[in-house]
Structures are given as C-alpha cells and as structure tokens.
C-alpha cells in the first residue's frame, strides 16, 4: 500500500477533521499525530527525521492511505519524494485564527509534557521544520507564513490542492477523482476536543492536532 494523500498543512488547521474525512473518501486509516499513541515506537523514528535520518516511510505508513499534520506535515517535502503519485494537501487557515488557536492548544500544553521522549522529538522537529520560538506569537506567525510559501513555491502545481476547512468535500473530491458523500463534513477536534484528549493522556504527551 502506498500513500494517496500527503497533508502539507500544520497541527490546528483542520488537520482531525482531514483526517476523519479521507479516511471516508479513501477508505483505509489516515496517519495523524494521534497515531503515536497507539504507535509509541514510532517516537524514535520522527525523532531521527528531525536530524535528516529518515525512516523506511512504506515501512512505516504500511496499512494507511494518507497522512495528515505533524509530525508528517513537517516532513512533506520527503514524504512527496517517497510517494511521487500522492495529492498534496496543503490545510489552510487565517494566520491570526491559527495562532490564537495553536497557542491555546498545542503550544500551551508542551511545556507540561510529561513523557521526556514525545517532548524532546517535538522540540527538534518544530527546531528543524518550523520555529522553536513557540511563545512568541510573531515568531510563530512568521514560521506559519514561511512554511506556507515554501509549499506553495516547491510543490508541483499538478499535485498542489490548497483546502481550507469551511471547503469540505468538493475539492477533496474532485482533487482525488471520488464522488462527493452524501453526508455533513466531519467537524473533528475543537479547542475543547483538544484540551478533553490531552487530560485523557496525562500519562503521555498530548498531540499536535487540528
């Protein structure tokens, strides 16, 4: 099995409800950042991707379909090497709506992670990928605008399907040649979702997730 879909889009940018949705489209599970808690074994190898070691990737996306936001968002370039045949996701959101979004999520609850392993392979790869400033809102915001250019500045124009949130499922569908489902877009993972799934995981480190 090989990738179909590799999500270019950073956590808190409908990254859970992506996920929710290809997985219907595709029909086959979709890589998220909560996949390491059912894969903590997987750590390690995210890890060394944020030193340039990358892993065997058909190895380890063996049974999914497609991957969406971090860790696989910061390491999209790799990925769509890995898997030349893959649509390119790249989830959007309005850059001020992200950082209010980021920084009352993910960025806050780093610092309380309690599992040394998660912590300092988020730390590396936001170091390597993206910004390692995650309290400061500029510096943050400047990461966020960066990483969008460079996407939209090296990905093939062929694969390159931008999708924001309130999009659903007409893009995807079209981009991926599936008939639209006759059902609501799932909306998956609000700031209450989020701050739920990190007190239900206290004894491990709460995902990047959108």
Request: hydrophobic share 45%; glycine share 6%.
């Amino acid at each position: 099995m090989t990738l179909r879909v590799i999500g270019a889009g950073v956590g808190r940018t409908g990254t859970m409800s992506l996920k929710v949705a290809l997985e219907r489209l595709l029909g086959g599970p979709c890589y998220h950042m909560v996949e390491l808690f059912q894969h903590p074994d997987h750590v390690a190898l995210w890890h060394s991707a944020a030193r340039g070691e990358m892993p065997d990737w058909p190895r380890l996306f063996d049974g999914y379909e497609a991957a969406v936001d971090w860790p696989a968002s910061a390491i999209w370039t790799e990925l769509s090497q890995a898997f030349p045949d893959a649509l390119i996701v790249l989830s959007l959101r309005d850059p001020d709506s992200w950082w209010k979004s980021a920084s009352e999520t993910i960025f806050a609850s780093m610092p309380k992670m309690p599992n040394p392993e998660w912590r300092a392979m988020i730390q590396a790869l936001l170091a390597a990928r993206f910004t390692d400033q995650i309290a400061d809102r500029d510096a943050c915001l400047a990461a966020y605008e960066r990483h969008i250019a460079h996407v939209r500045a090296t990905a093939s124009r062929g694969r390159l399907l931008e999708w924001r949130a309130e999009d659903g499922w007409a893009p995807l569908c079209a981009a991926l040649g599936l008939p639209v489902p006759d059902e609501p877009f799932p909306r998956a993972n609000t700031k209450a979702d989020f701050l739920a799934m990190v007190a239900g995981h206290q004894n491990q480190a709460p995902p990047l997730s959108a």
